[in-house]
């Protein structure tokens, strides 16, 4: 059975080129392009990991984080955010969600899916 995954970003290529690169690796890929579908979809589809960018039109990406948190049907789900901010401000804001990590922008194409897989269990 292929991994799910749920990537959340409001840039269209960003989404595109992650999406493209986790459909190459097998993965069946689910999109958002704002926090509260991305929220929604987690709940349908109970992904397997959930890349989430943290600056998103309806809320950080780390408040939806805290919600999914929240909900012992969603709490397990590991989250990987990508965002362009690398400054120790944007590392602080996502160190207390447990369960998640971070990765850069912009990204490593030959090296995303390997990172991004590091996260599932």
Not at 50 to 61: A, C, F
Request: aromatic fraction near 4%; hydrophobic fraction near 45%.
């Amino acid at each position: 059975m292929k991994k799910k995954a749920l990537v959340v970003d409001d840039n269209a290529n960003n989404l595109m080129l992650e999406k493209d690169l986790l459909e190459v690796a097998g993965f069946e890929v689910f999109e958002a392009e704002n926090a509260a579908d991305g929220i929604a979809i987690v709940r349908k589809e109970k992904p397997d990991i959930i890349i989430m960018d943290v600056r998103l039109p309806d809320m950080r990406g780390t408040e939806a984080a805290r919600i999914l948190r929240q909900d012992k049907e969603t709490c397990d789900i590991p989250i990987v955010f990508v965002t362009a901010s690398v400054m120790a401000e944007g590392r602080e804001e996502v160190k207390d969600i447990p369960n998640s990590g971070f990765i850069g922008k912009p990204i490593n194409t030959r090296t995303f899916v390997k990172e991004i897989s590091k996260f599932i269990k």
